[in-house]
């Protein structure tokens, strides 16, 4: 089975924190990375390693991929990503039961 990895550092790249991805449905993979204080800058990149051990990065050519954590919507967001996150996992367990339905 192929290992996704979300990989954060909070010091420019002095540390970094691997976090697991879980393959939510198909090739979609969902991680999340901890709450930080307003105004953290937060790099990341994602890595892939599939049934063979090859690796891939996704690391915006090496200058990784910076959020810079924001006070006034912080909750909101996650509000909002939770919520688009259980519409999706909604609609696809819909969609499979629909079509295992057809089938038998």
């Known amino acids: 089975m ?12 002095e540390t970094w924190v691997n976090v697991t991805m879980d393959c939510a449905f198909g090739c979609t993979y969902v991680g999340a990375i901890p709450g930080f204080e307003a105004g953290t800058h937060v790099l990341y990149k994602i890595m892939a390693y599939d ?18 954590v924001s006070p006034e919507f912080q909750g909101f967001v996650i509000l909002v990503w939770m919520t688009v996150m259980l519409v999706v996992v909604v609609l696809a367990k819909r969609r499979k039961q ?7």
């Open 2 to 13: 192929p290992e996704v990895l979300l990989s954060y550092t909070v010091d420019e790249g």
């Open 51 to 68: 049934r063979v051990n090859n690796l891939a990065v996704a690391d915006n050519a090496g200058e990784y991929y910076v959020c810079t």
């Open 98 to 104: 629909q079509y295992s339905a057809r089938f038998t």
